[in-house]
């Protein structure tokens, strides 16, 4: 009989330990979905419309948030202006120069800057926003002056059905892309979420809207003014460069100015990125500033992962990125939704931001191929090969931008170069929802340590007398 009097003792605390170990399992973070899921954490979270927004998932945004959401970074945006006024972006907006010398005339500027700059860095709101107001009718379509703008949807108007003259050199004006309500309202967060929603804008306007009456006159803007506006944020700290338009110079072949201009920006320290142009359907040409070296070309895709139609197929396209579809911030405190290369090179420019928060030592070239490296192979196409050749895709470039994978790849490069193991980005990671992910670890410690104390404290039970 003495053989089985300790049964007792083993089966109470086999009962402690698998109960306890259970609890430890529930509590662990190792028992719920996987972060690699994909879920729209920070646009369900906070309100936003996330059906109108499918980028953020389609980047693997909420992932990426984990380590950093931008913060102490500077994006240029070179563009028609941004209304810092806009609620998704109060408190976001370092207002520069107007290099076009056309003035701020009501409802005719910043509509276009305004929406790239929601996509780089919108932070959303918390209260509802103004009505939308209606803008003013657009002009009929003339020979444009300066940058095009290259995110309204092509099927409104396109080079094939009004052709530059030779001075301009530029595709016919594309139009306003569609106004729409905005898609959410009530307490929680409202409105649009950026790829990199901690950074800080800065805005230089080098160009007019596409629908301003003013790109009829061949005095209206500078030819300069790009490659200005190049110089002007790589001498005020701009980290990244956006430049959702093209043809700065009035010439589809660029122009030594600009060339010199991206080459400066380069050696100061700035990644540059451009569209890569909406005539894909049509001629096909090259765009520039996207096809000058060094610069970050990116092309769309739609909600399949498909190159869009009208999406410029160039050999030099570094990637591609969301680009049919996107609701974005508007200059008169409203919202659009629009198509177009210009919301892809936007959002690529806001991963460009993530990586440079994470490691800020990284130079412009390797930031460029940590987000060349990090894409997602959509169908039918090579993952980057394992000697690291340039095999890029025409219409995909090196692929499908993915904001995570291209922090990764930052994060070895940046181990390469210190001679160690990545090393973790600077800050305590943070949470899609802009708080501290809870550790694993001193949960796990915690409680397997209870786990010995249940046990113990049975066994001693036992064995007194």
Known sequence: MRLF??????????????????????????SGPSPSAGADTRAAAAGAPSAAQWQLPALR???????????????????????????????????????????????????????MASLIAGHGHTDAAAPPRPRNPPAAAAPPTGPILTSAPPAVASPATAPPSEAAGRAAALGAPARVPHAARGTARLGVIGVAPGARILSVRVTLENDDPLR????????????????????????????????GSGAWNGSPA?????????????VLVASSGNDGETTNRKNYPAAY??????GAVDRRLKVAAFSNRQDYLSVVAPGTGILTADGDRSYVVGDGTSAAAAM???????????????????????????????????????SGADDRDPSYGHGVADALLALREAGRMAGARAGAAPPAPPGRPARADGGTPDSRLPTLLGLLALCLAMGTHVLTRRRSP
């Open 61 to 115: 945004l909420p992932e990426a948030w984990r380590i950093t959401r931008g913060e102490g970074v500077l994006v240029a945006v070179l563009d028609t202006g941004v209304n810092g006024d806009h609620p998704d972006l109060a408190g976001s907006v370092v207002a520069g120069p107007d290099l076009t010398g056309a003035g701020r005339r009501p409802g005719r500027w910043g509509h276009h800057g305004t929406a």
């Open 216 to 247: 009829a006159r061949p005095s209206a803007g500078r030819p300069d003014a790009l490659a200005r506006g190049i110089r002007y944020a790589a001498d005020h700290g701009a980290d990244v460069i956006s430049m959702s338009l093209g043809g």
């Open 258 to 270: 600009e060339k010199e201009a991206v080459r400066y920006a380069l050696s100061r320290g700035a």
């Open 5 to 30: 009097r300790p049964m007792p003792y083993v089966r109470s605390l086999t009962v402690t330990l698998v109960t306890a170990f259970g609890l430890c399992l529930a509590a662990s973070p190792l």
């Open 348 to 386: 690529v420019a806001g991963i460009a931001a993530l990586v440079r928060s994470a490691y800020p030592g990284l130079p412009p070239r390797q930031v460029r191929a940590a987000i060349e490296r990090g894409t997602a192979s959509p169908p039918a196409r090579r993952p980057w090969s394992a």
């Open 293 to 298: 070296p060094g610069v970050i070309a990116v």
